[in-house]
């Protein structure tokens, strides 16, 4: 098993800024690793992941530009940099887990999931 922990979240006002991180332990492993996010009334969706090696990366277009994924495997953490937050991106972002090194793109492939955490956008 692995447990996935999210912190970072927070009340922003529009154009600032957040850094979420996901803090791993338990069974870990060589795994790709993503960002979530879903809001009221939505489903969850995508926003960034990220291979093994951190080499690899994608975005959604929502996100391209203003977020960057990372993660420091020393630290067994990913991270999420979001700039220029608009009042679209308040949603709970969740952190997840795959069991496989490549970069995943699509919810169905990963594996372990946090609980996720609160990002509000006020505009």
């Known amino acids: 098993q692995v447990q996935l922990v999210e912190s970072g979240g927070g009340l922003v006002q529009a154009g600032g800024s957040l850094r979420l991180s996901c803090a791993a332990s338990?069974?870990?492993?060589?795994?790709?690793m993503g960002w979530f996010r879903q809001a009221p009334g939505k489903e969850r969706e995508v926003v960034a992941s990220?291979?093994?090696?951190?080499?690899?990366?994608n975005y959604a277009d929502s996100a391209k530009g203003r977020f960057t994924i990372s993660r420091d495997n020393a630290k067994n953490t990913v991270y999420l940099q979001m700039n220029s937050l608009k009042p679209e991106d308040t949603a709970v972002y969740y952190c997840?887990?795959?069991?496989?090194?490549?970069?995943?793109?699509?919810?169905?492939?990963?594996?372990?999931w946090g609980q996720g955490t609160q990002v509000t956008v006020s505009s």
């Open positions: 997840a887990a795959t069991i496989s090194s490549a970069v995943a793109l699509t919810r169905g492939e990963y594996r372990y």
């Open positions: 338990g069974r870990t492993f060589r795994s790709a």
């Open positions: 990220i291979d093994w090696s951190g080499g690899s990366t």
